[in-house]
């Protein structure tokens, strides 16, 4: 890196102001607070609406121009000297059904700070500097996940994420039309529209970095997922008068199912892991044998031919399974491993490993994710990468989760080194 640039990027970090990142962070998480300290803020819930409004005045008063495209992910920009494809950071703001106050709304937050830092420093960049809060990134009450990202690579996908239907009937496209009529003050903008790079910083939510002591990491890709829905057809039936052996019981067939995977999983590759989360039961009664239950698969392997081996035996074990109802299988989700790109990689490096040593700490770890992320789509778009910080006792997707004040600074820190690097 040149030393006018390295000079320039180091006056934007500086410019990163702890408190104000604690406050946004603290505002944000006031959308859809629980008592417990987390967050419920699913996609395009009322919640998750009026979260998405904060947003926007908070980038209109940093001077940004505010568009949002037809998957409703939101663009903040802050307009460069030439008229070159912008550098894009960001993440999500929509939560799991319990998640806490970091998860997406802190990378969103840093983008936006990375913005506050470069007006505050005076620091004007060749290119532009964007910053985006992505739609449905969790994917739990409208799957799949990481809807927005996909569909700004991938606009013709949006076709049928618009079917997708949440727990009481409202499709994808209904929630998001209403999130897009209450933007309409909001330039619309094109999907998939050039971009230079991506750098997304992200809460680590495992514990490596714990582990390690230190507080940035490098993330150098993302692990394989595949979700599946598995549908057990039984015969609902009286708890008191149906004898044990004429029984098509749903919820003993899947539960059943559940432990051989599990226990498959294992052998088939020591870091697959396998979640089955979500469960639907019918007629959910305490004297009625369920007739039907839906259960969700959630596979995940850094390689892809053990999610293959894995997809083989989950596929056998529900469609063959021994008893008298019927089950069958469907795979709505599947991402490849992702590897980041060595170029974006290296400036994240060198911001990391830099801001880690001003603060007195080692290098950077490099290490992949476990989680997948928005970073995994627009890797397919353009140069990306991603930063972590780490994840008190390495919990997420909870209300307790939790980062350090320390770290959570030194992540927007970096990343405003790494942004400002890509961008002037
Ligand atoms: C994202 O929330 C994931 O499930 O990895
Ligand atoms: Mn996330
Ligand atoms: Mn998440």
């Known amino acids: 890196m040149n030393e006018e640039i390295a000079a320039i990027a180091w006056q934007a970090t500086s410019a990163v102001d702890h408190d104000?990142?604690?406050?946004?962070?603290?505002?944000?998480?006031?959308?859809?607070?629980?008592?417990?300290?987390?967050?419920?803020?699913?996609?395009l819930s009322s919640v998750d609406r009026a979260a998405r409004r904060f947003?926007?005045?908070?980038?209109?008063?940093?001077?940004?121009?505010?568009a949002v495209d037809d998957c409703g992910n939101l663009f903040f920009r802050r307009p460069g000297t030439e008229a070159l494809p912008p550098v894009l950071t960001g993440s999500h703001a929509d939560t799991q059904p319990v998640g806490g106050?970091?998860?997406?709304?802190?990378?969103?937050?840093?983008?936006?700070?990375?913005?506050?830092?470069?007006?505050?420093?005076?620091?004007?960049?060749?290119?532009?500097?964007?910053v985006v809060a992505w739609t449905n990134e969790e994917g739990c009450r409208f799957g799949p996940g990481a809807m927005g990202s996909s569909a700004f690579v991938g606009a013709a996908d949006l076709t049928e994420y618009r079917k997708s239907t949440d727990g009481h009937g409202v499709t994808f496209g209904e929630a998001l039309d209403e999130a897009l009529a209450e933007m309409a003050d909001v330039r619309r903008c094109p999907m998939g529209t050039p971009l230079s790079a991506y750098v997304e910083l992200h809460i680590e939510q495992g514990p490596v970095l714990e582990q390690a002591g230190?507080?940035?990491g490098v993330v150098t890709g993302i692990q394989g997922v595949r979700w599946y829905r598995a549908t057990c057809l039984g015969q609902a039936s009286h708890a008191g008068t149906t004898p044990m052996e004429r029984r098509a019981d749903a919820i003993v067939a899947a539960t059943g199912m559940v432990?051989?995977?599990?226990?498959?999983?294992?052998?088939?590759?020591?870091?697959l892991r396998v979640t089955m989360g979500s469960w639907v039961v019918e007629p959910n009664s305490i004297n009625t044998i369920a007739g039907k239950v839906v259960f969700t698969v959630d596979a995940r392997c850094p390689?892809?031919?053990a999610l293959d081996r894995f997809e083989e035996i989950l596929n056998r074990t529900v469609t063959a399974w021994d008893w008298r109802g019927e089950a069958t299988l469907d795979r709505f989700f599947c991402k490849a491993p992702t590897i980041f790109h060595a170029s974006v990689l290296e400036v994240v490096a060198q911001a990391c490993d830099e801001v880690s040593k001003q603060a007195g700490f080692d290098a950077a770890v490099r290490l992949s994710s476990g989680a997948f992320h928005d970073a995994m789509y627009m890797a397919q778009h353009c140069p990306s990468a991603m930063i972590f910080v780490p994840s008190i006792a390495g919990i997420s997707h909870n209300a307790a989760e939790a980062t350090a004040p320390e770290p959570l600074t030194l992540g927007v820190r970096a990343l405003a080194h790494a942004v400002a690097s890509l961008a002037l």
């Open 55 to 66: 947003l926007v005045e908070q980038a209109r008063a940093l001077g940004c121009d505010v």
């Open 20 to 43: 104000r990142v604690q406050s946004r962070i603290a505002e944000l998480a006031r959308f859809g607070g629980r008592s417990d300290g987390g967050v419920a803020r699913e996609t």
């Open 101 to 130: 106050k970091l998860d997406g709304a802190y990378g969103v937050i840093a983008g936006l700070e990375v913005i506050a830092a470069l007006n505050d420093a005076g620091i004007r960049t060749r290119r532009p500097v964007e």
């Open 259 to 271: 432990q051989r995977l599990n226990e498959a999983a294992a052998q088939v590759h020591p870091a």
């Open 303 to 305: 390689d892809d031919a």
């Open 214 to 216: 230190l507080p940035l």
